[in-house]
Structures are given as structure tokens and as C-alpha cells.
């Protein structure tokens, strides 16, 4: 579904991503682990074309998509829920769910998104008329959730969804991205919280200083002995 071939990027002079490559095959659940600034959320940011790679080639759907402009990317059936949810707080709950559908026009097609949205979440349902401001980190998670199932994408792009969240938050969050991912929407996952991203991905890349250091399956992963000191608190 997705391929990412030896991309580099850079901000300026500097080099952040230095040849990434990988692949998400449709259903999978793929989870890239890595310290802060490893380049986790440039490597997100690349693929859905808010920045761009100074050479190599990403593919979405079998299409080229390494020049296309974002919001064509989001029409393609890729959404991306950014690190600090960056939702609207002046707007309600339901005002920024609507934004999620800016790609929609037909009105029943977005009101049966938004049932289907309140039904995964029903606590942005019950606060559906509040100011999204309002809300606390783990119901502002779900909410920019929310607006990221809004456009109905085959691909689902979540970076850091457990920043700031306590433990329990956490665990509900990864519950929900799971029945997300049973449901039939194939999962990008970024996190720092590798011990809980591990256990709900299939697949699984380690970042380190913009070079993909290990892959392999979750299980194979959460098994070494490098991953487990490094990422899982192993001493
Ligand atoms: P974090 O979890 O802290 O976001 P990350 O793995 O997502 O970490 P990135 O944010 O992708 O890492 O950063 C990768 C590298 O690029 C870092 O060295 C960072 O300092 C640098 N970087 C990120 N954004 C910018 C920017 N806008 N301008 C210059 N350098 C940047």
C-alpha cells in the first residue's frame, strides 16, 4: 500500500532523513520506534507531502506520490494525525470533525462518517456541542482521531498518539487503534512509547539519527536484546 524508497530530506543544511526506506502492506498495523529526533515525524511529514524529499521515491496506491501537493494526498485515502493533535480549540468537537471531511461533499456520506466517528468515540459524542479547547489530552486525542477517520482513508497515519497521556489513557488509545485496524484501515503508527506500540503492531522499524537501524516483525523486535535496552527499559 505504501512503499518509502531511500528518501533523504533535509531542513536547510542539515540532513534529517538519510536514505529511509520502507513498506506498509494494506491491513498491517506498522509501528516506527526511535529516540527524539530520530526522525519519526519528518519521515510522517514526508509522506504526506508537507515536506519534501530532496531524492528518492514514495509510492501510495501504486501511484508516485513523492511530488504530490498534500491535500491531493489526503483525497488519495491517506490521513495524518499529527504529534500535538493540533486541533482547533476555538471550535467545537463537531465543528473540528467537520474540517476532517473537507475532501467530502456529499452530506450524507459525511453524516454516516460522523455516526460511525461517534460510535468508535462515544465520548466526542457526548461532547459533540464543546469547545474542542476544553477537552482533556486523552478526549483531544480521540478527537483528532476523529477527524482523521473523517475522510474514511485506507491509510491511517498516527504520530506519537500517547504524548501526555497517563497510562491508562494510553492503553484505551491503542485499544481503539487496534479495533481501528480490525476494522480495515491500515495503520502508520509513530511513537516513542515502544513497549506499547510493540504490542499492537505486526510490523516494525527502528529509527536512529534519520537511518533505519532494525526491522522486523513486532515479536522478533520486542526479542532483542539491542531493542530491549535501548527502547523496552531492559538493563
Ligand atoms: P520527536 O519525537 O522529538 O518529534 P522525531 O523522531 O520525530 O522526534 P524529527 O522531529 O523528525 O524527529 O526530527 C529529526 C531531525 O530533524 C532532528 O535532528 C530535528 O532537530 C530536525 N528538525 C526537525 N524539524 C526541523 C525544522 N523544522 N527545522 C530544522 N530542523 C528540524
Not at 83 to 88: A, H, L, P, V
Not at 139 to 153: F, I, N, T, V
Not at 200 to 221: C, F, K, N, Q, W
Given at each position: ?45 514526508t ?41 482547533f ?20 456520506e ?7 466517528v ?72 509513530v511513537e ?11 510490523r ?21 536484546p ?5 527502547y523496552?527499559g531492559?538493563?
Amino acid at each position: 500500500m505504501l512503499t518509502v524508497n531511500n528518501i533523504q530530506v533535509y531542513y536547510g543544511a542539515i540532513q534529517a532523513l538519510h536514505g529511509i526506506s520502507f513498506e506498509v502492506n494494506e491491513g498491517e498495523i506498522v509501528t516506527l520506534i526511535g529516540a527524539n529526533g530520530a526522525g519519526k515525524s519528518t519521515t510522517l511529514r514526508t509522506i504526506s507531502g508537507l515536506i519534501r524529499a530532496k531524492s528518492g521515491l514514495i509510492e501510495f496506491m501504486g501511484q508516485d506520490i513523492t511530488k504530490t501537493p498534500a491535500h491531493k494526498i489526503v483525497k488519495m485515502g491517506l490521513a495524518h494525525v499529527p504529534e500535538g493533535r493540533k486541533i482547533f480549540p476555538n471550535l467545537t468537537v463537531h465543528e473540528n470533525l467537520l474540517m476532517g471531511a473537507y475532501t467530502k461533499s456529499d452530506r450524507t456520506e459525511i453524516a454516516a462518517s460522523l455516526e460511525n466517528v461517534f460510535q468508535r468515540f462515544p465520548r466526542l459524542k457526548e461532547r459533540e456541542k464543546q469547545h474542542a479547547g476544553t477537552l482533556s489530552g486523552g478526549e483531544q486525542q480521540m478527537l483528532a482521531m476523529g477527524r482523521g477517520l473523517m475522510c474514511k482513508p485506507s491509510l491511517l497515519i498516527l504520530d506519537e498518539p500517547s504524548m501526555g497521556l497517563s497510562p491508562i489513557l494510553v492503553e484505551e488509545i491503542f485499544n481503539i487503534i487496534q479495533e481501528i485496524n480490525q476494522l480495515g484501515t491500515t495503520v502508520l503508527l509513530v511513537e516513542q512509547n515502544a513497549f506499547m506500540s510493540l504490542q499492537i503492531a505486526h510490523r516494525a522499524y527502528v529509527l536512529e539519527t534519520g537511518r533505519i537501524l532494525l526491522s522486523g516483525t513486532a515479536a522478533d523486535l520486542q526479542a532483542n536484546p539491542k531493542v530491549r535496552s535501548a527502547y523496552l527499559g531492559d538493563v
